[in-house]
């Protein structure tokens, strides 16, 4: 079946350096690759997605790239700030006969001062 | 604008018991989930429904029932809540056309 690899669960950085939280998948079926992020005490959101294999896309300063070749979709932004501070699921969806929708297990990334 | 609402927000059961979580959408999306929430394990899918009256099991649907009899609305049931269990519960809806999903604010659980 279907599966998303987070294999960070934490990751701390201090603030202004880069950011990089990996994501690997294993799917059968042409797909869509997500980043959604949850907040403290808030419900998670779309952060980017991306279905098209090496195009760049971008948002709120977080930038990922879909390589099928290498079943990759890592989540990078130049500079930390502290806001960014939250929980952060890589996510794959296909069409089984309804869009199931699979996440990984989350990387919680801390950035301080 | 849309909203999902989930009912109760904090649920305390005893063991053995059957619970049942609600989730109604405003979206008028088709797709509705349960997932549930565990540190250090993600979101893991228990039922998903593309429409009135449909359901679809995820790979977390032992232990659980769930229901959609209106497009609106989707509860899942713990069947027998087990001791200590502690989980969130999130209910999501999906809009088609920009394939994202929306999520509720969760059902935090507790048995005792």
């Known amino acids: 079946g279907d599966s998303v690899t987070q294999t960070e669960g934490l990751v701390t950085l201090t603030e202004g350096l880069p950011v990089m939280l990996n994501c690997t998948y294993q799917t059968a079926y042409s797909t869509f690759l997500f980043w959604y992020v949850q907040h403290l005490n808030e419900a998670p959101k779309l952060l980017l997605k991306?279905?098209?294999?090496?195009k760049r896309t971008e948002h709120q300063g977080f930038h990922a790239t879909l390589h099928k070749s290498s079943s990759s979709f890592h989540l990078q932004k130049s500079s930390a700030q502290l806001s960014d501070s939250a929980l952060y699921y890589c996510?794959?969806?296909?069409?089984?006969?309804?869009?199931?929708?699979?996440f990984g297990s989350g990387t919680r990334l801390l950035v301080s001062p | 604008g849309g909203i999902i609402t989930q009912t109760p927000k904090f649920l305390i059961g005893q063991e053995g018991q059957k619970l049942t979580l609600k989730c109604q959408q405003n979206?008028?999306?088709?797709?509705m989930y349960w997932y549930r929430q565990d540190s250090g394990k993600g979101l893991r899918l228990i039922y998903y429904s593309i429409t009135e009256n449909d359901l679809q099991k995820g790979d977390l649907s032992e232990g659980y029932d769930a229901s959609r009899e209106k497009k609106s609305s989707f509860s899942l049931t713990v069947t027998s809540a087990q001791k200590n269990e502690m989980a969130v519960f999130l209910c999501?809806?999906?809009?088609?056309?920009?394939?994202?999903?929306?999520f509720g604010a969760g059902t935090r659980l507790s048995v005792l």
């Open positions: 991306s279905s098209t294999d090496n």
């Open positions: 979206f008028n999306h088709d797709t």
């Open positions: 999501a809806s999906r809009r088609d056309s920009q394939n994202t999903l929306y």
């Open positions: 996510a794959l969806s296909d069409w089984t006969g309804g869009y199931k929708v699979v």
